[in-house]
């Protein structure tokens, strides 16, 4: 059996025997079949997002404490992430966990519940965020004074980009670029804030404009209907933006997270175009003013320097008066020059003519030059001799010098050379050997002879018979 039978206890022995399985097994029934799918209240504690990807956490009143398990592929679809402290309501269904005999609810989606529960938590990440520095005055842009486009955010089918886009028209006509986005519901607030970070990154020059405003709108709605506008991600988003961005999130009464991370912030999206641009017939007559008032600025302007000139003229001598005694002057000038010149010229003529007198003739200067280089020969002329008998008295010198060291002077006091077969002198009795032909040079001549011994110290006679000199060969011995 695998359920407890109703009606009278039997007697012990009975009493069927289950196993702990078949209890776990027959309770997950019994709450699954009975709670199929609920809507539990109560506040949070204990949010756990694990590492696989579950959410664990614990819902608990006054009196009672109930598990909840948020599988991972639910944990992606909620609307918000649990706090300690958080109100919600949790729908889903009652089970049980056999491996610590709990019973716990398998969560589906979770809200706040109510509205105190949202205020509290939008005041919770406002502070937060505000400590972040995120709303700080000193990360405020200005807004252009006449943006060339005008980048929206916001819903496409809504009549919110009607009024903007009618407002523009009557005040400035602007060119706008429409980024449509849910502006309530799942995935509103990723699409928003994708639509804020796209704006951004357009780069400029390209062939999409690049905004030099945003516009976020919205119209009215309930404080969940406008969640998306205090979502986080919204808020970053809005903060980091380099585009000056103006947020016109609900009516005037209406305040979201997003209005404080804006440049500015419009009551109405209808304002938020009034902010973008000047009211043109506005701008065209502050221009005329301020034309007007320019040209009779400058006509004052210069009427006074006019009347500073006239005063500074009067107080200046009468040009031609001035110009009269110059040219009086120069006339005084002219005169003196004209009579200061013959006597100039003539002694200049005097001085020239005087110099000219000093300077030689060439023909003088030839005459002279050649007398010099007469001179200049004759001295070359000895020199030269006296150089080359010098000469000649060394090259005699060193002649009977070389001769000296002749080995035929050598010869000449009694001396013989020797010579081999090949005529290569013979300076060595060991390089000789028995019947080398030799040739003896004296002072006056050359004889042929045949060495009988070698120059060894075991050299030996020629044998008996053997012809021991050539022809016509004395002995040298």
Not at 319 to 339: F, T, Y
Request: with cysteine; glycine share 10%.
């Amino acid at each position: 059996m695998s359920e407890t039978p109703t009606g009278p206890v039997p007697a012990a022995d009975n009493i069927p025997v289950f196993t702990v399985s078949e209890i776990s097994q027959a309770v997950k029934r019994t709450l699954e079949g009975a709670f199929d799918r609920v809507r539990v209240r109560g506040e949070v504690s204990k949010p756990n997002y694990h590492g696989s990807g579950h959410l664990y956490f614990t819902l608990k009143d006054e009196d009672a404490v109930i598990d909840g398990v948020c599988w991972r592929g639910t944990v992606g679809r909620l609307r918000l992430t649990l706090e300690h402290g958080m109100e919600v309501i949790a729908t889903g269904k009652i089970s049980s966990y056999s491996g610590s005999s709990k019973y716990q609810i398998v969560v589906e989606s979770i809200e706040l519940a109510g509205e105190g529960a949202l205020l509290k938590l939008l005041e919770e990440r406002r502070r937060r965020l505000a400590a972040e520095g995120l709303f700080d005055a000193a990360r405020k842009k200005p807004i252009p004074l006449l943006p060339d486009v005008i980048g929206v955010v916001t819903s496409p089918t809504g009549a919110v980009i009607r009024d903007i886009l009618h407002r523009l028209a009557d005040r400035c006509p602007r060119h706008v670029l429409l980024w449509p986005v849910a502006v309530q519901g799942e995935g509103a607030a990723a699409q928003i804030a994708a639509a804020i970070r796209g704006f951004n990154a357009i780069a400029p020059g390209g062939p999409v404009p690049r905004p030099d405003l945003i516009i976020v709108a919205r119209g009215g709605g309930s404080l969940e209907d406008l969640w998306a506008f205090n979502e986080e991600e919204v808020v970053r988003a809005a903060a980091a933006s380099d585009i000056p961005l103006i947020s016109g999130v609900g009516h005037e009464t209406d305040v979201t997270l997003i209005d404080f991370a804006a440049d500015r912030r419009a009551p109405t999206p209808t304002a938020a175009a009034e902010m973008a641009v000047p009211v043109r017939a506005e701008l065209l007559a502050r221009l005329i003013e301020t034309e007007h008032r320019l040209v009779g600025a400058l006509g004052r302007l210069i009427a006074e320097r006019r009347l500073a000139v006239e005063g500074l003229g009067r107080g200046l001598p009468d040009p031609a008066r001035l110009l009269g005694e110059k040219a009086q002057r120069l006339d005084g000038w002219v005169e003196r020059l004209l009579n200061a010149r013959l006597p100039f010229f003539d002694a200049r003529r005097r001085l020239l003519a005087r110099l000219g007198a000093e300077i030689p003739t060439p023909h003088q200067q030839i005459a002279r030059r050649r007398l010099e280089l007469g001179h200049a020969a004759g001295n070359l002329g000895k020199a030269i001799v006296g150089l080359l008998a010098r000469i000649e008295l060394r090259l005699d010198s060193l002649g009977r010098l070389l001769d000296s060291y002749s080995y035929e002077q050598v010869l000449a006091r009694g001396f013989a050379l020797v010579r081999d077969a090949a005529d290569r002198p013979v300076i060595s009795a060991k390089a000789v050997a028995p019947g080398d032909g030799l040739t003896i040079q004296f002072a006056d001549g050359a004889v042929g002879a045949v060495a009988v011994d070698g120059g060894g110290p075991k050299a030996k006679r020629p044998r008996t018979g053997a012809p021991t000199t050539k022809a016509k060969q004395g002995s040298l011995w």
